[in-house]
């Protein structure tokens, strides 16, 4: 089992930054791939970002290339997501949440297992 919280969040304008960290408790943290999800209101749950368990590969959607990293210490038992050049449709509730086991290019569809609580980005324009 793995409990995961979530800070940073908060309230930004337009072309701003801010830093979204997931704390991990529990047994495993380390052996899983972990991903960083957000929900805007009225729509489905999609992933944002991914990196598998020694943070060598990452996997970011279309939209924030170029303008999120995700990264990930293990001896913290951490994961980040940096959020630079903020555009208001990336208001939404962010939530990490751990990975389960998938082989090949494809790893970072595999189904979450645990989820944090969420965290609120507003990005006003």
């Known amino acids: 089992q793995v409990q995961l919280v979530e800070s940073g969040g908060g309230l930004v304008q337009a072309g701003g930054s801010l830093r979204l960290s997931c704390a991990a408790s529990?047994?495993?943290?380390?052996?899983?791939?972990m991903g960083w999800f957000r929900q805007a209101p009225g729509k489905e749950r999609d992933i944002v970002a991914a990196i598998n368990w020694n943070g060598v590969n990452t996997y970011y959607t279309d939209s924030v290339k170029g303008r999120f990293t995700i990264s990930r210490d293990n001896a913290k038992n951490t994961v980040h997501l940096q959020m630079n050049s903020l555009k208001p449709a990336d208001t939404a509730v962010y939530y990490c949440?751990?990975?389960?086991?998938?082989?090949?290019?494809?790893?970072?569809?595999?189904?979450?297992?645990?989820w944090g609580q969420g965290a609120q980005v507003t990005v006003s324009s």
């Open positions: 949440a751990t990975l389960g086991i998938r082989y090949g290019s494809t790893w970072y569809q595999a189904a979450p297992l645990y």
């Open positions: 529990g047994r495993g943290f380390s052996m899983y791939a």
